[in-house]
Nanobody, 119 residues
Framework: QVHLVESGGGLVQPGGSLRLSCTTS????????IRWYRQAPGNQRELIAV???????YVVDSVKDRFTISRDNAWSTVYLQMNNLKREDTAVYYC?????????????WGQGTQVTVSS
C-alpha cells in the first residue's frame, strides 16, 4: 500500500506562485510513476503533470510554461511548482501514484488540496 498526502494549496492572487507537495508513505519502493491531476467544479479530473521512476517528466501543454514537476530522492515527496497562476487554475489538485508488484499494477490517490486563484 502507498499513502499519499497533498499539501501546499491555498488562496493566491493572480500572478502568484504555489508549490504543492505530495508526500508518500508505505511501500513506495515499487512506485513507477506519480501524476498530478486537478479538478475544477463541474469539470472532469484532468492530468497536469507526470514524473517517472526514471525521472522523465511531462507537463501538459496548457500549463507547461508555468508548472514544473519534480521529486526528491526515493519518492518521499513529489512537487508541483506553479508560477504565474491564473483564475482558471482554481481547482482541487490530486496526487496519484501507480506501482507494480509482480504483474499487478495499482493506483493510489491522495485526498486533494484546494488551490484558489482570486484577487
Amino acid at each position: 500500500q502507498v499513502h499519499l498526502v497533498e499539501s501546499g494549496g491555498g488562496l493566491v492572487q493572480p500572478g502568484g506562485s504555489l508549490r504543492l507537495s505530495c508526500t508518500t508513505s508505505g511501500s513506495i519502493d515499487n512506485i513507477l510513476v506519480i501524476r498530478w491531476y486537478r479538478q475544477a467544479p463541474g469539470n472532469q479530473r484532468e492530468l497536469i503533470a507526470v514524473i517517472t521512476n526514471g525521472d522523465m517528466t511531462y507537463v501538459v501543454d496548457s500549463v507547461k510554461d508555468r508548472f514544473t514537476i519534480s521529486r526528491d530522492n526515493a519518492w518521499s515527496t513529489v512537487y508541483l511548482q506553479m508560477n504565474n497562476l491564473k483564475r482558471e487554475d482554481t481547482a482541487v489538485y490530486y496526487c496519484n501514484a501507480e506501482d507494480r508488484v509482480g504483474v499487478t499494477t495499482r493506483d493510489y490517490w491522495g485526498q486533494g488540496t484546494q488551490v484558489t486563484v482570486s484577487s
